[in-house]
T-cell receptor, first 114, second 112 residues
Framework: DTAVSQTPKYLVTQMGNDKSIKCEQN?????MYWYKQDSKKFLKIMFS???????INETVPNRFSPKSPDKAHLNLHINSLELGDSAVYFC?????????????FGEGSRLTVL | AQSVTQPDIHITVSEGASLELRCNYS??????LFWYVQSPGQGLQLLLK??????LVQGIKGFEAEFKRSQSSFNLRKPSVHWSDAAEYFC??????????FGTGTLLAVQP
């Protein structure tokens, strides 16, 4: 049983389209995250939610909108996709905010914008 | 500004040889420190962590890391590398802000 699962694994789309990535964790964790890994493998936090409440919102364009319907799910919706949005997006979870460094990652969703 | 530096982009070692991956951090106070491993096409997996106390920490898969405050370093080591250790390794630092700052990674290749 996959602990942190995200779908889809691959996304290829045109500029200007809207897309969503879904994430679910079955670990019973309170805190979930979205990280972006660029083509140089640099990993940067985008958002974090704790018990459905937004905690961290980095300087991400407002075209990116996370949604957490419950503490086991954190989805990411991206409007008006741009070439620079091409990256691998990782969902992660941690037991709590105080364990924000002990992350469990999904396998990533590779987004390619043409 | 807070940062994590991994000076080596790419390292190749022979199977059975010892390994040391370097990590330096710049942080206001002593951060929590972590090493993660990423196999191709996979998410990251936590290898080990340092919060406080004993400066030599043991992790999974036979890895260990040593925290050296005077050098602002947290280097990862393994006495004998296996072919399955070939992967990308990320050092990370975090603290009260709950934001992990990652280094740019070191790609480890293992020669037979």
């Amino acid at each position: 049983d996959t602990a942190v699962s995200q779908t889809p694994k691959y996304l290829v789309t045109q500029m200007g389209n809207d897309k969503s990535i879904k994430c679910e964790q079955n670990l019973g964790h309170d805190t979930m995250y979205w990280y972006k890994q660029d083509s140089k493998k640099f990993l940067k936090i985008m958002f974090s939610y704790n018990n459905k409440e937004l905690i961290i919102n980095e300087t991400v364009p407002n075209r990116f909108s996370p949604k957490s319907p419950d503490k086991a799910h954190l989805n990411l919706h991206i409007n008006s996709l741009e070439l620079g949005d091409s990256a691998v997006y990782f969902c992660a979870s941690s037991q709590s905010l105080s364990k924000a460094g002990e992350l469990f990652f999904g396998e990533g969703s590779r987004l390619t914008v043409l | 500004a807070q940062s994590v530096t991994q000076p080596d982009i790419h390292i190749t070692v022979s199977e059975g040889a010892s390994l040391e991956l370097r990590c330096n951090y710049s942080y206001g106070a002593t951060p929590y420190l972590f090493w993660y491993v990423q196999s191709p096409g996979q998410g990251l997996q936590l290898l080990l962590k340092y919060f406080s106390g004993d400066t030599l920490v043991q992790g999974i898969k036979g890895f260990e890391a040593e925290f050296k405050r005077s050098q602002s370093s947290f280097n990862l080591r393994k006495p004998s590398v296996h072919w399955s250790d070939a992967a990308e390794y990320f050092c990370a630092a975090g603290g009260a802000t709950n934001k992990l700052i990652f280094g740019t990674g070191t790609l480890l290749a293992v020669q037979p």
